[in-house]
């Protein structure tokens, strides 16, 4: 069993839409929990993180832990076509423990 | 200035040549990491280095050869690579000695090897 575990998609949605990208893990002792995103032919960049259980909102994005469920989740509200990229979980542990990351296409 | 550049950009070799990789940052980061990613697919840790000394080598075969000459660079030394090493070679910095280790990461440099 890997320990992030990652849909891959990939997921296509229209323009405006909520889009809900989600991650579970196995490894109880991970307290940071961060999504990057990444632009074709680009390297990650880190959008959001959130230590522990609970929410963080930035602007569009919504993250959550529950770490009772060992899952988490990244919200876009009015997604728009430059959301098109691929979506990273990752978890710290000492290391960054990454999924295998969701590809999301945002059609105008 | 919170970026880490890479050079090249791309960068095409055979199976017999000997190139470099570079990496930079001026953020003060005492970290510096690299990562292999294939297509599709996370990317993967090779090597760490911490107060530029080698912390982490995660089994990475000896034709790849890290190098850390001072606190804002990092290199990769390239020498008999196989056409199954080809993928994009990703830096990253990052603080040390904090609970949650932001990683920030350069563009990457897109191998070849033929």
């Known amino acids: 069993q890997k320990e992030v575990e990652q849909d891959p998609g990939p997921l296509s949605v229209p323009e405006g839409a909520i889009v809900s990208l989600n991650c579970t893990y196995s490894?109880?002792?991970?307290?940071?929990f961060m999504w990057y995103r990444q632009y074709s032919r680009k390297g990650p960049e880190l959008l959001m993180y959130?230590?522990?259980?609970g929410n963080k909102e930035d602007g569009r994005f919504t993250a959550q832990v529950d770490k009772s469920s060992k899952y988490i989740s990244l919200f876009i509200r009015d997604s728009q076509p430059s959301d098109s990229a691929t979506y990273l979980c990752a978890m710290s542990g000492g290391k960054l423990i990454f999924g295998q990351g969701t590809e999301l296409s945002v059609k105008p | 200035d919170t970026e880490v550049t890479q050079t090249p950009k791309h960068l095409v070799m055979g199976m017999t040549n000997k190139k470099s990789l570079k990496c930079e940052q001026h953020m003060g980061h005492r970290a510096m990491y690299w990562y292999k990613q294939k297509a599709k697919k996370p990317p993967e840790l090779m090597f760490v280095y911490s107060y530029e000394k080698l912390s982490i080598n995660e089994s990475v075969p000896s034709r790849f050869s890290p190098e850390c000459p001072n606190s804002s660079l990092l290199n990769l030394h390239l020498h008999a690579l196989q056409p199954e090493d080809s993928a994009l070679y990703l830096c990253a910095s990052s603080q040390v000695g904090v609970s949650y280790n932001e990683q920030f990461f350069g563009p990457g440099t897109r191998l070849t090897v033929l």
């Open positions: 959130t230590y522990s259980s």
């Open positions: 490894n109880s002792a991970f307290q940071y």
